[in-house]
């Protein structure tokens, strides 16, 4: 558990509403919003995706990309008062991957800022494991590294979500 503020982790299946989820959490937040955006814009789908996010969260978000140095990007943005959403962490580690570096480094460094950056930190993943097994080593490594992830990152939280169809359930629940 962190003591510098709640840590939320909200996981589901593409599409599943994960991300409207986590936006929603901060409704009514009066202190600043962060959006930490991990996403890049290969193709014109993509660049779509991102637009739809961007404009659902509105303009009273500060918005900081980050490919590769979420650890970074999260220190960059804490403070006590602020509501950093991290969008999405499974985008990230496939960053992290294809740039041929240590995910299971990567992930304990984010780990290690989680514990220490202050602030309401929600982070979106998806939940890649519950599919056949992939055909190729590279998305068997990657569905791999998620699951890690996922699992490291769900052991930090106060709170973990599984959204499925728009709708969430508590798997750990806060304690504040």
Not at 37 to 63: F, L, N, P, V, Y
Not at 133 to 142: D, K, S, T
Request: aromatic share 4%; glycine share 10%.
């Amino acid at each position: 558990m962190r003591e510098t503020g709640k840590c939320t982790l909200v996981l589901g299946g593409a599409r599943s509403g994960k991300s409207a989820y986590a936006e929603q959490l901060a409704k009514g937040w009066t202190g600043p919003r962060v959006y930490i955006a991990t996403a890049q814009a290969h193709d014109e789908e993509m660049a779509a995706r991102i637009k739809t996010h961007r404009e659902r969260r509105g303009s009273d978000w500060e918005t900081i990309g980050s490919v590769l140095d979420l650890p970074g990007a999260l220190r960059e943005a804490g403070g006590q008062e602020k509501f950093i959403l991290i969008d999405c962490l499974t985008l990230w580690l496939t960053n992290v991957l294809l740039a041929e570096e240590d995910c299971e480094l990567a992930v304990s460094e984010l780990l290690e800022v989680l514990s220490d950056v202050s602030g309401t930190i929600v982070l979106v993943s998806n939940e890649v494991g519950d599919g056949i097994v992939p055909g190729n080593e590279l998305a068997r490594r990657f569905r791999d590294a998620a699951g890690d992830a996922n699992r490291r990152v769900a052991q930090l939280a106060d709170e973990v979500v599984l959204v499925t169809a728009g709708l969430p359930l508590v798997l750990k629940p806060s304690t504040s």
